[in-house]
């Protein structure tokens, strides 16, 4: 039996303390000249949100329960310095440990769900977080723009799911891939950017590059290994870190090494597009297991996460098409050498699957979206025509085999299939002038593994207040009571998220 400390209940009353401690009094601050200036804005920022299923890792009930507990204070700030415009955005953030969260610590500390005993991560380290996001400055002239420092490169216009937008990684730690602004979670990487302006050929070349100067963790996407509330099932508590290390300057992933790409954007006729190549880092880490090492040996007890380069070619294309009264785009996305673990059944008992080695193999992602204004106001009675928009994602794995046993994700016996197809759609009405905003968003894997709803309302009071209510809900292939190894390869992309069904409120006081 696990011992716990008495701790006292957070109630709902308390859940909304850090909503009613934004300051009301904050303000934006502005002057300067043309040549010189200054400006201060941002917001703070209130979370709640509570669990609407039981966690069958833990021992008792945990549906209802406050599982976060958040405040965040974002500062932006410009300034102009002659001919040097500059821009600083930092950003606070702290947690509160709620009861559900302790009772995923105290998992986490003893490791009872795998028979190994870890170090037992902090999960409010991974939570809590004080850091300069984004300083770089401008310079400008004639057809060049020059921007350099840590800063965010977009390509691409895809939502939950990317195709092109790949040049940075993003942190899914504490919010997974839910919160509506990806600006929040994608991570800054120092860069010189470099925009040229061809009007004689109607576009434009960026070129990046990335001296590699950044921090270990910038590379990458930072997933849950940590056992917290994001925390694939059944694996929420357990410490992966306790048998994993992270080899950020592994000889196949180096973080040191110089990166970079190349953008091509222009306009033929009424067609936006643009052409691109990029050496990034792969997006999610894959074992570098101790039992098959793929070129370097690796620390951690069973193996080491890495990220391994890739190279990326992509082309995107956008057009408004009349006869649909719709604008239609897309992205091709063909990448070299992507990394896939392999092993669908366990090397020995208690070794959990995929640990077997790593394979390398191209990859090709089609993406096509549709973004249209529907006029509902005579079914829903809006105030005005709400938008829609449709996206539908492919993968392929190109030189797919089942003899290679690929899995889809290390620790799960699903296999990785030769296509992975996604659809998923937005639609965003508007009342009482834009000042309740209802949305709807959802998505489905066509392979019949899953999918995700996210009912959700924001409402807007005045200039500076925004409230936001969402439920998180995932219908999931795979059953969380049962183990990974257990799973009859059912468990996939949603099934990580089975039983983490979210109620989530949101208050933002701007300035």
């Known amino acids: 039996m696990q011992s716990r400390r008495p701790i006292a209940r957070p109630s709902w009353a308390l859940a909304l303390l850090p909503l009613s401690m934004l300051p009301c009094g904050a303000q934006a601050m502005d002057y300067g000249n043309d040549d010189f200036g200054f400006s201060l804005g941002g917001y703070i920022r209130g979370w709640t949100s509570f669990n609407l299923k039981d966690a069958p890792e833990t021992h008792g009930d945990d549906k209802g329960k406050l599982s976060m507990l958040r405040t965040s204070l974002l500062l932006d700030a410009d300034a102009v310095t002659g001919p040097l415009s500059w821009k600083a955005i930092t950003r606070v953030d702290k947690e509160v440990m709620t009861d559900y969260q302790r009772d995923l610590q105290d998992l986490n500390r003893s490791m009872v769900n795998t028979g190994f005993r870890g170090r037992g991560s902090d999960l409010m380290d991974q939570y809590d977080r004080a850091e300069l996001r984004e300083f770089y400055f401008d310079y400008e002239k004639d057809r060049v723009k020059v921007r350099v420092g840590k800063q965010q490169v977009v390509w691409g216009e895809t939502d939950f799911f990317r195709a092109m937008d790949v040049v940075q990684g993003f942190d899914y730690r504490w919010r997974s891939f839910l919160e509506p602004e990806n600006e929040e979670l994608r991570k800054p990487l120092i860069m010189v950017n470099t925009t040229i302006q061809v009007p004689e050929a109607d576009g434009s070349l960026q070129v990046l590059l990335r001296p590699g100067l950044d921090a270990h963790n910038a590379i990458g996407n930072s997933v849950d290994f940590y056992g917290g509330r994001w925390a694939p099932q059944p694996y929420r508590g357990t410490d992966f870190y306790s048998l994993l290390d992270t080899d950020y300057e592994h000889s196949a992933g180096d973080n040191r090494k110089v990166t970079g790409g190349l953008r091509w954007a222009g306009i033929i006729g009424d067609v936006n597009y643009s052409l691109a190549w990029l050496k990034s880092y792969q997006g999610d880490p894959v074992v570098n297991s101790r039992f098959n090492p793929y070129h370097d040996t690796p620390k951690g007890v069973l193996g080491d996460l890495i990220y391994p380069e890739i190279t990326v070619w992509g082309a995107t294309a956008s057009t408004y098409v009349p006869a649909a009264d719709a604008v239609f785009s897309t992205e091709l996305v063909y990448t070299q050498d992507a990394a896939f673990n392999y092993g669908s059944e366990p090397l020995a008992p208690g070794l959990p699957p995929g ?157």
């Open 355 to 511: 640990f077997s080695g790593l394979m390398r193999k191209d990859t090709f992602t089609t993406m096509l979206r549709m973004d249209k204004t529907v006029d509902l106001s005579r079914f829903l009675g809006t105030s005005r025509p709400s938008f829609l928009s449709a996206q539908l994602f492919n993968t392929r794995v190109l030189g797919f085999s089942e003899d290679d046993d690929l899995v889809a994700l290390a620790a799960y016996t699903a296999k990785k299939k030769r296509d992975t197809t996604i659809f998923t759609t937005v639609l965003q009405a508007n009342y009482r002038n834009d000042t309740i905003n209802p949305s709807l968003a959802g998505g489905v894997d066509l392979s019949g593994d899953g999918g995700f709803l996210i009912p959700a309302v924001e409402f807007a009071m005045g200039d500076k207040w925004r409230l936001r209510a969402e439920a998180d809900l995932f219908f999931a292939a795979g059953n969380s009571n049962d183990s990974a190894q257990e799973d009859n390869g059912a468990t996939r992309l949603f099934g990580y998220f089975d039983t983490h069904d979210q109620l989530v409120l949101r208050l933002t006081r701007q300035f």
